[in-house]
C-alpha cells in the first residue's frame, strides 16, 4: 500500500539518489519520441533518463525503473525486462492490455501525451516535492498487483477549480473499485492548507478511495493542475513474472 509520510516531516522524499530511469520499445525512436515530451514539460531534478531500442544493444547497467512502452504487436521481453529494474513500467494506449503479469505494474493510456504528460509531473514531484503527502519509500515497495492503471488529467485556475473539474470528469470515468488513488498537484498558484484538505476530502468521497497527495510548485505558473491515478481490476488473463 502507499503510504502517508510521517507528521514529523512536512516533505519526506524517500530517496536523494538520482533516479536512472530507462524508457525501452521496440525501435529506439518511440522511446526518444516520449523521452522529448517529457523533457517539454520542464526541468525534472534527480533523474536521468535512457532512451533505448530492442533494435540496438543495451548498456550494461541496472536501472531503478524501466517504461516499456506500446506497441501492438511486439511480444513483450518479460525477461529482460525483469534483468533491467526494480520496477518494471509496462503501458498500452487505448487497446486492453493482453496479459498482467505479477511483479509488473500495468497502464491503459488514452494516447502518448497522456502518457508523457503524467510521468513528467510524477517525476517532478518525485525530485523536488512541495505538496506533503506520499512518502516515496512506499511507492518504491509498493505493488498494485493483478490490477490497471488509469489516470485523468484536470485544470483551473485554482486548487478548488481544478478539483471540481476533476470530479465533473470522474462522473464520466469513475475509479473502478479501487482501494487507493495517486494526487499529483501541479500547483502554479498559491495553495492553501484549507484548500489542499478540502481536496483530499472531495476527491476521496467522489472516488471511493484513499487518496494520496503529492506534487510540485512553479513560482511563475499559471493555474492548478491535477492528475488523478489508481487501480482497478481487470479482467484480463494473468501470468507470473518471470524473474
Known amino acids: ?99 498482467l503479469h505479477s511483479g509488473f505494474r500495468h497502464y491503459i493510456w488514452d494516447s502518448s501525451k497522456q502518457m508523457a504528460g503524467f510521468w513528467a509531473s510524477l517525476y517532478r514531484a518525485r525530485g523536488n516535492p512541495a505538496i506533503p503527502g506520499l512518502d516515496w519509500n512506499s511507492y518504491t515497495n509498493w505493488s498494485p498487483g493483478l490490477r490497471v492503471g488509469r489516470s485523468l488529467h484536470a485544470h483551473g485556475t485554482n486548487l478548488a477549480e481544478a478539483v471540481e473539474s476533476l470530479s465533473a470528469r470522474l462522473h464520466d470515468n469513475p475509479c473502478r473499485a479501487a482501494v487507493q488513488a495517486l494526487l499529483i498537484i501541479e500547483a502554479g498558484c498559491p495553495v492553501t492548507f484549507g484548500g489542499y484538505v478540502d481536496a483530499l476530502e472531495r476527491l476521496g468521497r ?10 510540485w510548485q512553479e513560482v511563475q ?23
Open 1 to 99: 500500500m502507499l503510504q502517508l509520510a510521517g507528521s514529523g516531516s512536512r516533505i519526506v522524499m524517500g530517496e536523494t539518489v538520482v533516479l536512472d530511469i530507462a524508457l525501452l520499445a521496440p525501435a529506439k525512436v518511440q522511446a526518444e519520441h516520449l523521452l522529448a515530451r517529457i523533457r517539454q514539460a520542464g526541468n525534472i531534478e534527480h533523474a536521468r533518463f535512457l532512451a533505448l531500442g530492442m533494435d540496438e544493444s543495451w548498456p550494461e547497467k541496472y536501472f531503478h525503473e524501466v517504461h516499456w512502452l506500446p506497441n501492438s504487436n511486439a511480444a513483450l521481453p518479460r525477461q529482460s525486462l525483469a534483468s533491467l529494474a526494480a520496477i518494471v513500467h509496462i503501458h498500452q494506449c487505448r487497446l486492453p492490455l493482453r496479459e
Open 206 to 215: 467522489v472516488t471511493g478511495a484513499e487518496v494520496i497527495p503529492t506534487g
Open 221 to 243: 505558473g499559471s493555474g492548478c493542475g491535477l492528475w488523478l491515478s489508481w487501480f482497478e481490476p481487470s479482467i484480463e488473463r494473468t501470468f507470473e513474472r518471470i524473474n
